[in-house]
């Protein structure tokens, strides 16, 4: 299990966290870049070892969930094959059958629908969904069979964000879980378990990863709650981190605070264009200077990063003629990796519940590493295509 060890507390700061925590040069003989423990069995020699068999564990899944540990300031963390592999096993680690859990309604789309579908029709657990931007909705949701409260705070496509302290203190009070969807910050960023929520999870296919070249996911938690989910959700289900994606998630996080720096960067660049123009009614983005929840903002998180939505005037098929019109940004569902990218809102067919907030007139866009001003000018041309189809 990849707990926090004496020789990773030696690291304090993101960026050497990042740099060194897991890495183990001696162990390693003194290679910069630990190697890829390709294998699925471990033999024994006279005494177990502490690795028998890669569903389990492996010493280079390890070295990832030691640094993510490390950033959110928790105990452990385990790594998973999907974000979503990671946040199934969080649930389903509070739920149990005919029992109740409460999420945001913002959250990501096969969540809401892991929720709402599949926990209801295989385990008769049900679900309410809340908006979640006011402590007390939640509150008033939990009803006596609450096992759960789940949040995703900056939340899917809107951005909406919850209060950590006042929901984990409520939670913790009535013997109810806690998880939140931590990808869009990021454990640079926001770090939940240091405001009492339970666990946080990752789809490190996205940031942490930032090659787009990996699917991948991750927990961070107390030593307990990361040993009940490896014994069981993970390795029952098979979910564990292929050690090749573990390296390639490895090496993603060794450069994530310079990448995520130059992503905020560029983000707060072309939201503010975006803000400046008439064809646009609104602009989603936790870091612009119109964002409505600036004081939770300003409590919880230290930075923001490339992922936004805005809103046009104008009809949903418009909409997704201004996005075809685009030539840096490329069309593509997923976000967090070095490239650009729009996707039209109308165009998520997500099953599940309608996400409240998410216009049908609306954009997603991802803000890559490409030079700001580039990105502005594909902009700008495609608001000249725009008028001149309208």
Partial sequence: MALITNSDKQWQTPDDICAH????????????????????????????????????????????????????????????ASGMAAISSAILHFVRAGSHLVMVGT?????????????????????????????????????????????????????????LDAVSAFAHSRG?????????????????????????????SKYMGGHSDIV???????????????KNERELFGACMDPHQAWLLARGL????????????????????LESRAEVVRVNYPGSATYPQ?????????????LLSFQLRTTPEQVRRFVASLRVFQRGVSWGGFESLAWPVSLDATPGPERPGAAPDGVRLHVGLEEPSTLIADLEQAFASLRESV
Avoid: W
Wanted: proline share 5%.
């Fill in 294 to 306: 600036k004081e939770l903002f300003a409590r919880y998180l230290t930075g923001t990063n490339g």
């Fill in 176 to 204: 109810i879980g806690t998880v939140i969807d931590n990808t869009y910050a990021t454990p640079l960023h926001q770090q939940p378990l240091l405001h009492g929520i339970d666990i946080s999870c990752h789809t490190a």
């Fill in 216 to 230: 991948a996911g991750a927990l961070a938690a107390s030593a307990e709650i990361v040993e009940s989910i490896r």
């Fill in 107 to 163: 959250a990501y789309g096969p969540t809401r629908r892991f929720a709402a579908v599949y926990l209801k029709e295989r385990l008769g657990v049900e679900t309410t969904f809340v908006n979640g931007s006011c402590p007390q909705e939640i509150f008033d949701a939990v009803r006596e069979n609450t096992r759960l409260i789940y949040l995703e705070s900056p939340s899917s496509l809107v951005f909406h964000m919850q209060d």
């Fill in 21 to 80: 925590v897991g890495d183990d040069y001696a162990q390693h003989h003194g290679a910069i870049v630990p190697p890829i423990y390709q294998n699925s069995l471990f033999v024994q020699d006279g005494a177990n070892g502490p690795y028998t068999y890669s569903r389990e564990a492996n010493p280079t899944v390890e070295v990832a969930e030691r640094k993510i540990a490390a950033l959110e300031g928790a105990q452990g963390a385990l790594c998973f």
């Fill in 254 to 273: 060794r450069t994530l605070p310079v990448r995520l720096k130059r992503h905020g960067e560029s983000g707060k660049k072309v939201a503010a264009y």
